[in-house]
């Protein structure tokens, strides 16, 4: 139980254009998800709490405008980069809550701006 | 926004040798997560923290909470090579947000 997936796994896009990152909980319903980025070889910073039907929350220097978030239903929630530049090149990962706090990770997605 | 100190950054051990990462915090936290991420891979949730003074084993590894809740530590014992990947402690707040440290790298000599 508490399988969380993620798509797409990489995905390559050129500077200027918009990338979606769908992340779905595949056996259970997940009112709050959060938004990870991983750089190589360092810790996880949160990028924003996802809640389902209303506004995420977004960590202090994440622009919002950039990374949209939206949580429309219990099981998926989508993170779109916008306008992406190379800095924005990063692991993106996703998690889900359950009740008792623990969270489940999606597989990550690879982002490469070029 | 609370933070956690994790040490070491880098372990080196020989298989069969035990491990220990602490974690560490300047305040009192509610409950303390740990991690493990295989290289390449993500997060997996190993186990949750919350009781002062609080120690669980999962066979070979021993978590525990500190008496005042400050700080923690994972104890693996005999290390095998399947315990290869970074170890992150990770301070709960609220509505179910963590903080994560920046992990040990833990590699393991066969």
């Known amino acids: 139980g508490a399988v969380v997936s993620q798509h797409p796994s990489w995905v390559i896009c050129k500077s200027g254009t918009s990338v979606k990152i769908e992340c779905r909980s595949l056996?259970?319903?997940?009112?709050?998800m959060f938004w990870y980025r991983q750089f190589p070889k360092q810790s996880l910073m949160l990028m924003a709490t996802?809640?389902?039907?209303?506004?995420?929350?977004?960590e202090q220097g994440v622009e919002k405008d950039k990374f949209l978030i939206n949580h429309a239903s219990l099981t998926l929630s989508t993170l779109t980069v916008t306008s992406a530049h190379p800095e924005d090149s990063s692991f993106y990962i996703c998690?889900?809550?359950?009740?008792?706090?623990?969270?489940?990770f999606g597989p990550g997605t690879r982002l490469t701006v070029t | 926004g609370q933070q956690v100190m994790q040490i070491p950054q880098y372990q080196h051990v020989q298989e069969g040798e035990d491990f220990t990462t602490y974690c560490n915090s300047s305040t009192t936290l509610s409950n303390i997560q740990w991690y493990k991420q295989r290289p390449g891979g993500h997060p997996v949730f190993l186990i949750q923290l919350v009781k002062s003074g609080e120690v669980k084993k999962q066979k070979r590894l021993t978590f525990q909470f500190g008496e005042a809740k400050k700080n923690s530590s994972l104890h693996i014992t005999a290390t095998q090579t399947t315990d290869v990947g970074t170890y992150f402690c990770?301070?709960?707040?609220?509505?179910?947000?963590?903080?994560f440290g920046k992990g040990t790298l833990l590699t393991v000599n066969p």
């Open positions: 056996d259970f319903q997940a009112t709050t």
């Open positions: 990770a301070a709960g707040g609220s509505n179910y947000k963590l903080t």
């Open positions: 996802s809640n389902e039907g209303s506004k995420a929350t977004y």
């Open positions: 998690s889900a809550t359950l009740a008792g706090g623990e969270q489940y």
